[in-house]
């Protein structure tokens, strides 16, 4: 065989996916980001725009392992392009990434993401007026045989920290025998020294600090159960991924976490925030911080937020409320779960702070339950037993109670939403909204089961998957290419290229970058 000169760049067609996508989105600024993680000598570091690139090929062509995805890339000219290596050129060994992805942290991928989702809003794909939330059920890279009971796990850890903190014995230290030397102006051994000054009395009665939610990605595993409520991992935990949580599936219990998206209500349908929690983080308790920080980082002020009934607690109905944001949240009728007359069929009077039933008697108010942020209403239990309708009504001796919330004025206006067309049309746009982006992570780009371990490389991995969905968006408005099946879930839609989002850097070989 002779050797022919052949050029990578006559090699890739022109209107390739991957020449459009270079084209389109610059990666420079990660080298800006990541400057002070190395160093300004020894041996050159991968480029750290190669390492998003190939985070990017594999989340378009749908591979899960990362060994695979450098095998992929070698053996492909538009990938090779794309990346900036050369034929002749070595990729990087797939055990690089991970240590990469280590250096960088999560943070890093937070600001890639949030890039991203500046980049569609200057291209005026996002709208704002209306938000979405929604969460997903996604199963842990671990088996519910790794649970074991969490005493021995946290006695077994912490008699390892231990003894990892105790320095090794030098054979030239002295006998062992002899009293351990003390420092200048110390006391003798078992000399127990009294705190100096006043007591901190007011500080031990401070409350803990809040959780920042956003940041930790997690609420306190130590915090306090709900009523007689206890937690499996209050118990359990796994020894394969300590940060998954049990969680119940349509087959059986499972090792999980829960996928968070704040989506807006633009045809673009971009995800505004993702956030990758511990199962047993419901999908209602991270939906204030989630709305506030995209409000405050998109500068937009929605006018609804709309969600299934999980999202409907009085919490987040006042929060919305308050702020002026219409709460679109499908309330319980608790009515139809009961033979006797709901609560609706009694009328409120707030001139006598009471209420009336069908038949037109008072039910005053008898007690304030503060625990429970709600007041007992009671009718009286003589006239109660003498009502000709009270077998419709309630089966108790004592006469019919009613309970009312603190905020039942919230409860009552989103009620009020429920009539209207607005809110109609919000929920049939809801079914089509959020659930197929998680449809389409989970079925083209590995979010029905994580690749990697730990809550922190769980939101990498959940991060760089919404992130990926955005720009498939982008690109679909600025004009893509030709995509082959199946990773190609998006068509180029009908109208002309728009201007480049970004001017694209010189290419450079990912053997040729040293950084700072």
């Known amino acids: 065989d002779e050797p022919i000169a052949v050029s990578l760049e006559a090699l890739v067609p022109a209107d390739n996916f991957y020449r459009h996508l270079e084209a389109t989105l610059d990666l420079s600024f990660v080298r800006d980001w990541t400057r002070e993680l190395y160093a300004d000598r020894g041996r050159p570091s991968i480029d750290p725009v190669i390492f998003f690139k190939l985070q990017l090929v594999m989340f378009f062509e749908g591979i899960r392992s990362e060994r695979r995805l450098i095998e992929t890339a070698s053996l492909n000219l538009a990938h090779r392009w794309y990346l900036g290596y050369a034929l002749d050129e070595d990729l990087p060994d797939h055990s690089s990434l991970t240590r990469i992805r280590q250096r960088l942290g999560i943070d890093l991928f937070q600001r890639f993401f949030e890039q991203i989702v500046d980049l569609c809003q200057a291209a005026g794909l996002v709208w704002?007026?209306?938000?979405?939330?929604?969460?997903?059920?996604?199963?842990?890279?671990?088996?519910?045989?790794?649970?074991?009971?969490?005493?021995?796990?946290?006695?077994?850890?912490?008699?390892?920290?231990?003894?990892?903190?105790?320095?090794?014995?030098?054979?030239?230290?002295?006998?062992?025998?002899?009293?351990?030397?003390?420092?200048?102006?110390?006391?003798?051994?078992?000399?127990?020294?009294?705190?100096?000054?006043?007591?901190?009395?007011?500080?031990?009665?401070?409350?803990?600090?809040?959780?920042?939610?956003?940041?930790?990605?997690?609420?306190?595993?130590?915090?306090?159960?709900?009523?007689?409520?206890?937690?499996?991992?209050?118990?359990?935990?796994?020894?394969?991924?300590?940060?998954?949580?049990?969680?119940?599936?349509?087959?059986?219990?499972?090792?999980?976490?829960?996928?968070?998206?704040?989506?807006?209500?633009?045809?673009?349908?971009?995800?505004?925030?993702?956030?990758?929690?511990?199962?047993?983080?419901?999908?209602?308790?991270?939906?204030?911080?989630?709305?506030?920080?995209?409000?405050?980082?998109?500068?937009?002020?929605?006018?609804?937020?709309?969600?299934?009934?999980?999202?409907?607690?009085?919490?987040?109905?006042?929060?919305?409320?308050?702020?002026?944001?219409?709460?679109?949240?499908?309330?319980?009728?608790?009515?139809?779960?009961?033979?006797?007359?709901?609560?609706?069929?009694?009328?409120?009077?707030?001139?006598?702070?009471?209420?009336?039933?069908?038949?037109?008697?008072?039910?005053?108010?008898?007690?304030?339950?503060?625990?429970?942020?709600?007041?007992?209403?009671?009718?009286?239990?003589?006239?109660?037993?003498?009502?000709?309708?009270?077998?419709?009504?309630?089966?108790?001796?004592?006469?019919?109670?009613?309970?009312?919330?603190?905020?039942?004025?919230?409860?009552d206006t989103v009620r009020g939403y429920h009539l209207t067309a607005v809110y109609q049309k919000a929920m049939r746009k809801r079914k089509v909204w959020v659930e197929p982006l998680f449809a389409e992570a989970k079925e083209w780009h590995g979010l029905r089961r994580l690749r990697l371990r730990g809550l922190e490389n769980a939101n990498i991995q959940g991060l760089l998957i919404a992130a990926g969905q955005n720009l498939k968006r982008l690109l679909a408005a600025t004009g893509w290419g030709r995509r082959h099946a199946p990773c190609g879930s998006l068509v180029a839609l009908p109208r002309e290229p728009g201007g480049l989002l970004s001017s694209p850097g010189d290419r450079v070989s990912g053997r040729d970058w040293v950084s700072r």
């Open 128 to 411: 704002g007026r209306e938000l979405y939330v929604d969460a997903t059920k996604v199963a842990a890279n671990a088996d519910v045989d790794s649970l074991i009971p969490r005493f021995y796990h946290d006695a077994k850890t912490h008699v390892a920290g231990l003894f990892a903190a105790d320095p090794a014995p030098d054979e030239h230290d002295d006998d062992p025998g002899d009293p351990p030397a003390r420092e200048e102006g110390g006391s003798p051994e078992g000399v127990v020294h009294l705190p100096s000054g006043v007591l901190p009395a007011a500080a031990a009665a401070e409350q803990p600090p809040r959780r920042k939610l956003l940041e930790e990605r997690r609420l306190d595993p130590n915090r306090p159960a709900v009523g007689s409520y206890r937690r499996t991992t209050d118990f359990q935990v796994s020894t394969t991924d300590p940060d998954a949580t049990p969680m119940w599936t349509s087959a059986a219990t499972a090792l999980g976490y829960h996928d968070h998206y704040v989506v807006d209500g633009g045809k673009a349908r971009i995800v505004l925030a993702a956030l990758v929690t511990p199962a047993d983080v419901m999908e209602n308790v991270p939906l204030r911080d989630l709305l506030w920080r995209v409000c405050f980082r998109r500068k937009l002020w929605p006018g609804q937020v709309t969600g299934d009934t999980t999202y409907g607690t009085i919490e987040n109905i006042v929060a919305l409320e308050d702020a002026g944001i219409r709460a679109f949240f499908p309330l319980p009728d608790f009515d139809r779960r009961t033979p006797f007359f709901g609560k609706g069929k009694f009328t409120y009077d707030p001139g006598a702070d009471a209420y009336r039933c069908p038949q037109g008697q008072l039910l005053p108010r008898r007690k304030t339950k503060y625990t429970e942020s709600e007041v007992l209403f009671r009718a009286d239990a003589r006239t109660c037993n003498a009502c000709s309708v009270k077998s419709q009504c309630t089966a108790s001796d004592h006469g019919r109670m009613v309970h009312r919330s603190f905020s039942q004025n919230y409860l």
